[in-house]
């Protein structure tokens, strides 16, 4: 039976081998998990210099420990033989690491040349990514299509994703898809990714931009191509109008006569600021708040009766708005599919 201080020895990495199986597959934001040719890229290096890691740790422990045996103290009165250099060795122990580096490296570098690389052609579809305080602006088409939060792309297709910043510096990163770049105000950089699995991928900012920067989070849609035309082409389309007389319509209005009109645009409405997310299509979308809660009526209601209790320090400022009104002004968004 091992003692109690035996036992405290070994808890710390039962402890810490418990919390490392929660990094099991299938997580969403599993940067472990490549599903496009950018990520395979990257992880297949990954996996190449921890082969490497691995030789020579088990290189260096053998080597060690058959020393440790073969030299070891064999009586009381026996003293080692003494010895001063050993030039092969030496050189043996210089080349060797040098080689194994320079094994390290020449991938290292090629892959970092293949991401500046950017796909170009007919079929790149380009997307701008633009960083705001706390949610991503995406365009397609120079701007015919503005949304918000929710990137959409078609399977088996080069997508070059232009990325800057509104105002201070985020980071655009989707694990899985494998592309992270700083987003820098005044500065564009490039992102470049083909994803042949049709899926909803998660992301986030990762760079620290402020009270909300873990909130700043995306979704990218790998669509098969026919539903990514279909969802390009009704997100070109101007809002829908909703029917006379109805709660929808009682939205609009109070969209257009209160504070929302001061920061969003929807297109074909009077609402033409483009400070906030473009609500356009709003309703087409899974989610709210920058990712951070799923598109439903409740977290709607919510958000729109008090956002900052929902993402506290994000932009979005409203005045009171009446329980009869919200429920007009939610009816009204989520009908903007
Ligand atoms: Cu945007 Cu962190």
């Known amino acids: 039976m091992a003692s109690f201080r035996a036992w405290s020895k070994v808890a710390p990495f039962i402890v810490f081998a418990s919390w490392l199986s929660a990094c099991a597959p299938g997580d969403p934001q599993n940067a472990m998990i490549a599903q496009s040719d950018f990520a395979e890229m990257v992880i297949g290096l990954f996996w190449q210099i921890i082969w490497w890691a691995a030789f020579?740790?088990?290189?260096?422990?053998?080597?060690?420990?058959?020393?440790?045996?073969r030299w070891r103290r064999r009586g009381a009165e026996t003293t080692p033989q003494q010895i001063h250099g050993n030039t092969r060795l030496e050189i043996a122990w210089t080349i060797a690491p040098a080689l194994v580096l320079a094994s390290i490296a020449v991938p290292t570098v090629q892959v970092i040349f293949r991401t500046y690389d950017v796909p170009t052609g007919p079929d790149v579809l380009t997307i701008e990514a633009i960083g705001h305080q706390y949610w991503w602006e995406y365009r397609y088409?120079?701007?015919a299509v503005v949304t918000a939060s929710e990137m959409h792309v078609p399977a088996g297709r080069p997508v070059l994703v232009k990325s800057t910043s509104a105002d201070v510096w985020h980071a655009h990163w989707?694990?899985?898809?494998?592309?992270?770049?700083?987003?820098?105000?005044?500065?564009?950089?490039?992102?470049?990714?083909?994803?042949?699995?049709?899926?909803?991928?998660?992301?986030?900012?990762?760079?620290?931009?402020?009270?909300?920067?873990?909130?700043?989070?995306?979704?990218?849609?790998?669509?098969?191509?026919?539903?990514?035309?279909?969802?390009?082409?009704?997100?070109?389309?101007?809002?829908?109008?909703?029917?006379?007389?109805?709660?929808?319509?009682?939205?609009?209005?109070?969209?257009?006569n209160g504070t929302c009109a001061g920061c969003h645009v929807i297109e074909g409405t009077r609402a033409q600021a483009r400070f906030g997310p473009n609500l356009t299509h709003f309703g087409s979308r899974t989610s709210l708040a920058g990712a951070m809660y799923d598109n439903t009526t409740e977290n709607l209601?919510?958000?729109?009766?008090?956002p900052q209790a929902m993402k506290p320090g994000n932009l979005m400022v409203v005045r009171v708005i009446d329980p009869e009104e919200r429920r007009a002004l939610v009816a009204y968004l989520q009908s903007l599919k």
Not at 56 to 69: G, N, Q, R, S
């Open 301 to 306: 209601d919510r958000w729109l009766e008090n």
């Open 141 to 143: 088409n120079n701007g």
């Open 174 to 256: 989707v694990p899985k898809l494998g592309i992270k770049r700083d987003s820098a105000p005044g500065r564009v950089t490039n992102i470049w990714f083909k994803s042949d699995i049709v899926d909803w991928y998660y992301g986030q900012c990762s760079e620290f931009c402020g009270l909300q920067h873990t909130n700043m989070r995306l979704r990218v849609r790998v669509d098969t191509p026919a539903d990514f035309e279909a969802w390009l082409a009704n997100q070109q389309r101007p809002a829908v109008r909703p029917a006379p007389g109805s709660l929808e319509e009682r939205g609009l209005r109070a969209f257009e």
């Open 56 to 69: 020579v740790f088990i290189a260096v422990e053998a080597v060690l420990l058959y020393a440790i045996w």
